[in-house]
């Protein structure tokens, strides 16, 4: 075997190890690495704060690390993990800019915390920066800022850091999380040839008037960025699966008097078959009933359904 040809195998194993999507982890498990005074609980916003920066790390520290400004084979040749970690990154910065404008803040005059502000700003720099600054050793910063805040918060040492779990500051969050998952529900179901199969699984549109709605089809998504479209939306289910799984707990008494517990146990039920690993190692875009499965309309109607109770729910936090 010629040394390019060797080269070329190895390469390739490289690449598919990288392309493996990280696994789930476990919230529960990090909330027990969060300092507190014995047998007391948690702090509100604490379960939160530690999953987002559970997942700013994995983004950096996943297999091959950060790939999405790779310049250089084999990252440079990848698609999928670069749009799994653009998806996955998108709900990073969803979560820590309701954390600057809305969780950490009792009003609207209200001092912001600089720790949150600092990450929030971090995680905004452009992905694709590969110097000056480099995309990873700003991720990196906004990691280390929100683990400053979370020390502050669960030491109580800062009366500047705080956790208001109100049912505004969640509705308000989670009105965010439906725009993504509509979006990404659009563009799903337009990978699909036949319009009368992808309006079966139609995202839902809250408040909308039947008078101004818009029935033109969505703008078909071309056949080379269906698999992008795919894994991007797999990376934002996947980390908002676990920022949800925190909301649970940080903001169990608002869900319990606002009765949104069901509808909370839906979107993460549906978040984790949306996440579920695949078997076949490419994305498929069947049609109708024929032999080849359809990942895009599977994901998709994953995503309708938890976008629906969602929509409850925030409904439930605003008026219920």
């Not at 694709?128 to 805040?149: M, R, V």
């Not at 139609?202 to 479209?229: F, G, S, Y």
């Not at 909301?247 to 509808?263: H, M, P, Q, W, Y």
């Amino acid at each position: 075997m010629s040394a390019l040809a060797l080269l070329g195998l190895v390469g390739t194993g490289v690449a598919a190890y990288w392309s493996v999507p990280p696994a789930p982890f476990d919230v529960a498990e990090v909330a027990e690495t969060l300092p507190r005074q014995p047998g007391q609980d948690p702090v509100p916003g604490s379960h939160g704060v530690a999953a987002a920066i559970r997942i700013g790390e994995t983004l950096l520290g996943k297999p091959g690390g950060f790939l999405y400004n790779d310049r250089l084979p084999p990252g440079a040749l990848l698609d999928n993990t670069p749009s799994w970690e653009c998806g996955t990154l998108m709900a990073l910065r969803d979560y820590t800019r309701a954390l600057r404008n809305d969780f950490s803040r009792s009003q609207t005059q209200s001092i912001e915390n600089t720790d949150v502000k600092q990450a929030d700003l971090r995680f905004a720099i452009d992905p694709k920066s590969w110097a000056l600054p480099e995309a990873e050793t700003e991720y990196a910063l906004g990691i280390d800022a929100l683990e400053q805040y979370l020390a502050h918060l669960t030491k109580g040492d800062d009366p500047n850091a705080q956790f208001f779990a109100r049912a505004d500051n969640l509705a308000a969050y989670l009105a965010v999380v439906e725009k993504r998952l509509g979006n990404f529900g659009v563009r799903l179901t337009s990978s699909v040839s036949d319009s009368d199969l992808a309006a079966v699984i139609a995202m839902p549109v809250p408040d909308e008037d039947p008078a101004t709605r818009n029935d033109l089809a969505p703008t078909r998504t071309d056949w080379d960025q269906i698999d992008n479209v795919f894994y991007c939306a797999r990376g934002y289910g996947w980390a908002i699966l676990h920022l949800t799984q925190t909301i649970e707990r940080d903001f169990s008494r608002v869900l319990e008097a606002k009765r949104g517990e069901t509808s909370m146990q839906q979107i993460i039920r549906d978040l984790k078959g949306a996440t579920k690993p695949m078997a076949s190692p490419i994305v498929l875009n069947g049609d109708g009933y024929g032999i080849l499965a359809n990942h895009s309309l599977v994901l998709a109607s994953y995503i309708a359904k938890a976008n629906a109770a969602l929509m409850d729910l925030r409904i439930l936090l605003q008026e219920g």
